[in-house]
T-cell receptor
Framework: QKEVEQDPGPLSVPEGAIVSLNCTYS??????FMWYRQYSRKGPELLMY????GNKEDGRFTAQVDKSSKYISLFIRDSQPSDSATYLC????????FGQGTILTVHP | NAGVMQNPRHLVRRRGQEARLRCSPM?????VYWYRQLPEEGLKFMVY????????ESGMPKERFSAEFPKEGPSILRIQQVVRGDSAAYFC????????????FGPGTRLTVT
């Protein structure tokens, strides 16, 4: 079993939709939870990070962590074509462990 | 403030040759990380370095791979006697000393072994 599981998709939604991206993990020692966005042929870009269970908002993005269920989510409201990218969850205990990434396409 | 810089962006090597990948961290960052991304796979941690020290190399293959971050100059990831399976995108990330969970990635080096 992988330490971090992420549905690779692909996920295709119309512009304006709410997008939900999810990861589960098995290692309860993970302390920090991050979401990265990676455009094609580019390096990952840090979107959000959280430490504790609960929600954290930043503009159209909301990160949610449920440590009791070992489950994290990223919600994107009013999705835009420019949000089309691969989204990677990552978790830290010592080193960063990444999920496989979910490919998201937002259609105009 | 310039971001993390990596060069070359693309590197082609024949089997058996050596590949040297360079990474210059963001200004003020003293921690460097190397990751490998294979097609259809996520990023895999390879090594974590601080200046002149290897902190964690648990993700590095035991043979042919080495990394350094000298007192002066960029960090180097070196792959000796490359094989086709080494073809991948190699990303470097850096972080400041007080927020090690906040890693900033470079654009990557795409290595192709022919």
């Amino acid at each position: 079993q992988k330490e971090v599981e992420q549905d690779p998709g692909p996920l295709s939604v119309p512009e304006g939709a709410i997008v939900s991206l999810n990861c589960t993990y098995s290692n309860s020692a993970f302390q920090y939870f991050m979401w990265y966005r990676q455009y094609s042929r580019k390096g990952p870009e840090l979107l959000m990070y959280t430490y504790s269970s609960g929600n954290k908002e930043d503009g159209r993005f909301t990160a949610q962590v449920d440590k009791s269920s070992k489950y994290i989510s990223l919600f994107i409201r009013d999705s835009q074509p420019s949000d089309s990218a691969t989204y990677l969850c990552a978790m830290k205990h010592g080193k960063l462990t990444f999920g496989q990434g979910t490919i998201l396409t937002v259609h105009p | 403030n310039a971001g993390v810089m990596q060069n070359p962006r693309h590197l082609v090597r024949r089997r058996g040759q050596e590949a040297r990948l360079r990474c210059s961290p963001m200004k003020g960052h003293s921690h460097v990380y190397w990751y490998r991304q294979l097609p259809e796979e996520g990023l895999k941690f390879m090594v974590y370095l601080q200046k002149e020290n290897i902190i964690d190399e648990s993700g590095m293959p035991k043979e042919r791979f080495s990394a350094e971050f000298p007192k002066e100059g960029p960090s180097i990831l070196r792959i000796q006697q490359v094989v086709r399976g080494d073809s991948a995108a190699y990303f470097c990330a850096s972080s400041p000393p007080d927020t090690v969970y906040e890693q900033y990635f470079g654009p990557g080096t795409r290595l192709t072994v022919t």
